[in-house]
DNA sequence: TATTGTTATACTCTATAACTATA
DNA sequence: TATAGTTATAGAGTATAACAATA
């Protein structure tokens, strides 16, 4: 049992709702893309350039590795990311974005953070404001 | 295209992180009151005491109707919705939490919304500024 | 005729358990 | 022996299309 300010419950539970609604708004960004949801997830989490063993993306996913293979098998068929034996250890198969993968996850990212108008509701200041209290606490 | 303050576009982003962390995190939490992330978004609709149509639940999560006679089926089965016809319209299906499924969204929802220990990090007045910005924009 | 929900079907997501290859 | 990933299997989530009951 933490002790929390009076407003942070009430401001988690607004986050959560957030979290809930994008988990109804994800597969409409998905479908666009002619992606599931669960692969603009692991798109999202392949950022260019950057090498990831299928083991750190059942981690991120906080799911099992046996799925995981799945969800690589398709998005290497589709031609989005390549799966590589690492060279310093066999066992390990090391993720990267084909340069179509890589624009898939542009194009992802654009539709996923075009922010809500609601956000105009704010001043400047504000959405400065808000930027530095949700870093602080996310970051 | 819609014009944003400079600072919108970055807390958006990390609204939507936060959101595909959730989306990594909600099956934990599911799988300790023995539910499925999508059994959760259900019950988390179901407030206790109102009645919800079929239809209703689909538009809100953002479904196929057909999906929502799965669910249903299941959370019915396991006594923790109730679906009768309306008297009105005898082609509508009406839901209701049942007692037992009340407790389980109530115990949903603590484990939801407890904030994570970062939350401490802001003093009591920047709490309540978050919440205050928050709330201007998600609601 | 139009609408609400169900059924049939197919595919994806997900976990568990058994397995292979490598360390 | 331990670890990374795969395969087999089963159940849940999801959409499309065809259907039944009601309006």
Chains 1, 2 share one sequence.
């Not at 893309?33 to 063993?53: F, I, K, N, T, Y």
């Not at 906080?62 to 398709?74: E, H, I, K, Q, Y």
């Not at 624009?103 to 808000?130: D, H, I, K, Y």
Request: aromatic letters at 2%.
């Amino acid at each position: 049992m933490t002790h929390q300010g009076p407003h942070a419950c009430r401001a988690w539970r607004l986050l959560v709702e957030l979290s809930l609604s994008q988990r109804a708004s994800l597969p409409a960004v998905a479908a666009e893309l002619d992606l599931s949801p669960a692969q603009c997830h692991v798109l999202h989490l392949l950022e260019p350039g950057r090498a990831v063993a299928m083991g750190e993306l059942a981690s991120a996913l906080a799911c099992d590795a046996s799925n995981v293979t799945g969800l690589v098998d398709r998005l290497e068929a589709r031609g989005l990311i390549s799966r590589q034996p690492s060279a310093s250890d066999r066992r390990v198969k090391v993720l990267t974005l084909t340069p179509r993968g890589a624009r898939a996850r542009a194009l992802l990212v654009e539709r996923l953070t075009s922010p809500p108008v609601a956000f105009g509701r704010l001043s400047a200041a504000e959405q400065r404001t808000l930027l530095e209290l949700l870093a602080r606490v996310l970051e």
